[in-house]
């Protein structure tokens, strides 16, 4: 299959290396990270394993590109513009692997193809331009950004298993996606506001605020029409912060880097949908607010 994979920083690069053991691929990234991949082609690194050299094409411009497929790995904030450069080519599909929600809607304002909603629970690094690293095996869930059956996406899910990535073809996205908004709601601007890894959600005095922020998102999903229990959206957030008890989160990682975080399509977006619903969402509204004022603090909106 002949892949486009827009937006390769850390995710993207994984993804995009893996599906190159067996696909055609090319990387859409920024000038140092795709100069480096042409040159000396992509390392993927791993903690168990040794490292995998690949070489797909790398270029920074995304304009007129056609392929059978274009996975989108932006910043949520970017994918408007994406989307704009994504519709001067040619794809038979395209797939959003992005945090956050509203992704899919946004894609598809643009693009007159199949688009594809996705969750990957990869953790990736961009060490250097040219090298990424693998921080822990995950899982790709793709299907319908709707939900129910689709031929493409079991062509896409069977071209990811080919190339050796763990994928589930869902017929339920709507309900996975906002399962994984309120993972994230739970974990990710409580990381980043206190500079600490993933499983401090789990312990004193934080889990009572990332818990209420799950359960939060988990009522605003009912609201909209999507079955997810408290109990689920729990289970689901405090079962990813064991897994990655270690890790950092992504909205930590932008903090550390003084960049533009994805606040607004996560917690953010819990309170704007909460809102069209008539409920209050106290602790996503106050997370939320302080994400927001760090970004202004430093200029980035």
């Not at 990736?124 to 095996?137: D, W």
């Not at 298993?161 to 309900?175: H, K």
């Amino acid at each position: 299959m002949d892949i486009v994979v827009f937006g390769a920083g850390s995710l993207g690069s994984l993804v995009g290396g893996l599906l190159a053991r067996e696909h055609d691929v090319t990387l859409v990234a920024r000038e140092a990270h795709a100069r480096a991949v042409r040159e000396s082609g992509l390392r993927l690194e791993s903690v168990d394993d040794s490292p995998i050299h690949v070489s797909p094409a790398a270029t920074t411009d995304g304009t007129g590109l056609e392929a059978e497929l274009a996975v989108v790995t932006v910043k949520s904030f970017d994918t408007d513009g994406a989307a704009q450069t994504l519709a001067t080519g040619s794809f038979d599909a395209v797939c959003s692997l992005q945090n956050g929600m509203g992704n899919e809607a946004t894609l598809a304002a643009r693009l007159e193809v199949p688009i594809l909603a996705g969750t990957a629970t990869y953790g990736a690094i961009l060490r250097e331009p040219g090298v990424v690293a693998c921080t822990g095996v995950g899982e790709v869930v793709l299907g319908a950004r709707d939900g129910g059956p689709s031929a493409i996406a079991e062509r896409v899910g069977k071209s990811f298993v080919a190339a050796g990535l763990e994928t589930t073809v869902a017929d339920d996205m709507p309900r996975r996606l906002w399962e994984k908004l309120a993972v994230n709601a739970g974990i990710n601007a409580v990381t980043a506001l206190t500079a600490t890894e993933n499983g401090a959600v789990l312990e004193e005095p934080a889990t009572d605020l990332a818990r209420a922020a799950t359960r939060e998102t988990a009522r605003v999903a009912r609201a909209r029409g999507v079955s997810l229990s408290n109990r689920e959206a729990l289970t689901a957030m405090e079962t990813v912060a064991e897994a990655t008890a270690a890790n950092t989160s992504s909205m930590r990682q932008d903090v550390l880097a003084d960049r533009r975080t994805e606040i607004d399509a996560i917690n953010g977006y819990v309170v704007d949908r909460a809102a069209d619903s008539r409920l209050e969402v106290p602790r996503n509204r106050t997370l939320t607010a302080l994400v927001r004022t760090w970004e202004r603090g430093r200029g980035l909106r």
